[in-house]
């Protein structure tokens, strides 16, 4: 191969709920696409993020955590990240840093065992242990599974990134720019929007709730001759009871979400937003093969 050659293809950031994929990928990136919260199953479908540089350019797919489906949302969940596992030129599986593997951990490693694709262990939140400690998680994890590399990284504070990126583009085929320079992202804005109010009333909530909501964007359009664009949204709950914890005391809680997703979609959206919140009780939409393609959730990424 050429030394100059150009690179591209598409690499997957796999592992269990709540080790810090989306964090990383928002990271690498330089612009927040996928949300985060320290709840599981926050991302809930495939983001893709375009990462260009002068010697190529990687599609980051961001998949939900593989863990035990409990519902069809969760079966939906699984299935989206357990796909993406054949159709991509590199696997990022993000780890603890522990030097404990449990029942998570061996069954990621049955799904691996299915493709040839070279699997880069990133071993995440290291600036929270202690450096001589490294050294023994990477001995914990080698010996489990034939690993093309693992990179010790913080997706938090940036520690070892451009590590990761050198990296990654040693297993990349030659390739074309499959996107313009410019662009970051595949996701549309109504739905980065959409899940913004998501995050919100995710790390807002108590650990009851937030599984059971979604949030569906009913109109966003920008009022003409102005910056300002208007975006009515519905939270939606599987029960009244967790109708009335969303919006609080006075509408307080409701309130505090929708302000806090109005200050991001202005720095995303680069215009002012007037933003209306409403709440809705759909009982069981978890279940629903109507409901969850209803709120964004597409069977045909299955």
Not at 25 to 47: F, V
Not at 140 to 159: E, N, R, T
């Amino acid at each position: 191969m050429k030394k100059n050659e150009y690179k591209s293809g598409f690499v997957t950031l796999i592992g269990r709920p709540n080790v810090g994929k989306s964090t990383l990928m928002n990271y690498l990136i330089g612009q927040k696409i996928a949300i985060t919260s320290n709840k599981p199953q926050t991302t809930r479908n495939r983001i893709q993020t375009v990462y260009t540089k002068e010697e190529g350019q990687i599609i980051f797919i961001d998949t939900p955590g593989i863990h035990k489906a409990k519902n069809k949302l969760g079966e939906y969940m699984v299935a989206v990240a357990e796909r993406t596992l054949k159709e991509v030129d590199v696997i990022l599986w993000l780890v603890e840093p522990s030097t404990f593997i449990g029942a998570g951990e061996d069954y990621i490693v049955q799904q691996l065992g299915k493709v040839k694709t070279p699997v880069i262990l990133v071993i995440n939140k290291v600036d929270i242990v202690k450096k001589e400690d490294i050294l023994k998680f990477i001995n914990a994890y080698k010996d489990i599974y034939q690993f093309a590399d693992i990179v010790p990284v913080s997706a938090l504070k940036g520690d070892n990134t451009e590590e990761l990126i050198h990296t990654i583009f040693k297993y990349l085929p030659a390739g074309p720019r499959y996107f313009d320079e410019d662009v970051i992202t595949d996701q549309p804005e109504r739905q980065i929007v959409a899940e913004l109010i998501r995050e919100k009333a995710l790390r807002l909530l108590g650990d009851e709730i937030p599984h059971g909501i979604a949030v569906a964007i009913e109109r966003m359009k920008e009022r003409p001759g102005s910056d300002l664009v208007d975006i009515d949204a519905t939270i939606i709950c599987e029960r009244d009871s967790h109708k009335g914890i969303i919006i609080g005391k006075k509408g307080e809680k409701l309130k505090q979400i929708g302000t806090q997703a109005r200050q991001e979609m202005e720095n995303l959206l680069d215009m002012r937003v007037n933003l209306q919140l409403w709440v809705k009780v759909k009982k069981d939409w978890r279940d629903s093969d109507f409901l969850i393609k209803n709120y964004g959730y597409n069977k045909s990424d299955l």
